[in-house]
């Protein structure tokens, strides 16, 4: 419990640094992009998904040492989404990104059955 309190404040801290100098209004901005309806296109949907998915795969791994073998399953899917959606954005850092994330859940999925 510590070390999640230390942990839980220390990144408060770090973000409230970053949104410091963004200014916390241009943030609140950002984050309300969520609430309208323009946003939610087809690729801003899958990049939810995935990064959702990720979340939920590497948050139990990392914290608390469980690995949920089949949610690779839908982090292969989404992130051969993801690559299609950084077609629209233009961004080289997702079709990377997910090209290994690829690869990591053939390999989990694959160690598991054997």
């Known amino acids: 419990?510590?070390?999640?309190?230390?942990?839980?404040?220390?990144?408060?801290?770090?973000?409230?640094i970053?949104?410091?100098h963004i200014g916390w209004s241009?943030?609140?901005?950002?984050?309300?992009?969520?609430?309208?309806k323009e946003y939610w296109?087809?690729?801003?949907?899958?990049?939810a998904v995935?990064?959702?998915?990720?979340?939920?795969?590497?948050?139990?791994g990392l914290i608390f040492g469980i690995n949920i073998?089949?949610?690779y399953i839908f982090s292969l899917i989404t992130s051969m989404?993801?690559?299609w959606a950084s077609n629209k954005k233009?961004?080289?850092?997702?079709?990377?990104?997910?090209?290994?994330w690829i690869w990591l859940s053939m390999m989990v999925i694959v160690n598991h059955f054997m």
């Open 50 to 60: 995935a990064w959702f998915t990720k979340a939920v795969i590497i948050i139990p």
């Open 26 to 36: 241009e943030v609140k901005h950002c984050y309300s992009h969520w609430l309208e």
């Open 90 to 100: 233009l961004l080289p850092t997702l079709v990377g990104f997910n090209t290994l």
């Open 69 to 71: 073998w089949w949610l």
């Open 41 to 47: 296109t087809s690729y801003n949907i899958v990049e």
């Open 1 to 16: 419990m510590e070390a999640f309190f230390i942990a839980t404040s220390a990144s408060l801290l770090l973000t409230a």
């Open 18 to 20: 970053v949104y410091n």
């Open 81 to 83: 989404m993801l690559i």
